[in-house]
């Protein structure tokens, strides 16, 4: 099997998951909530805030290998005005948990990250 350019496999079971060597970004594949048209689901994560995503209806982890050997180096940049210099940062979404924001230093737009993180992170 040829190797997935930057990309170090951290995980195998029950996600799978993957750390970018250039821009330390996490590659997930896990299982989606209830809730979601698919099963699975596959993100790429730029410091918590996710930049790309894709639904699957199995844990298809080779079409998830395609998909990162495509991303090598994710970079994370603003949906308004295409800046590349954008501010994640960490505020307090109730007790100990901690919500993601990304914040564009150019025009000011700013979004929260659907992704939560518990007191360990």
């Known amino acids: ?7 170090k496999r951290e995980s195998r079971t029950p996600t799978l998951v993957y750390r ?8 997930v594949l896990h299982r989606a909530p209830g809730s979601y048209r698919y099963k699975w689901r ?3 994560l730029v410091d ?3 930049v790309w995503s894709r639904g699957y ?11 990162l050997r ?15 210099e954008v501010a994640i940062g960490g505020k307090t979404a109730g ?4 919500q993601r924001w990304f914040e564009c230093q ?9 992704i939560v993180y518990g007191a360990e992170r």
């Open 1 to 7: 099997m040829a190797r997935i350019t930057n990309w």
């Open 20 to 27: 970018n060597t250039e821009t330390g970004a996490r590659a």
């Open 42 to 44: 596959g993100a790429i």
């Open 48 to 50: 918590g805030y996710p």
């Open 57 to 67: 209806e199995t844990k298809d982890a080779k079409s998830f290998r395609d998909e």
């Open 70 to 84: 495509e991303r090598p180096a994710p970079e994370l940049s603003c949906p308004e005005c295409r800046n590349s």
């Open 95 to 98: 007790g100990a948990k901690v």
């Open 106 to 114: 150019s025009c000011g737009y700013e979004a929260s990250s659907r």
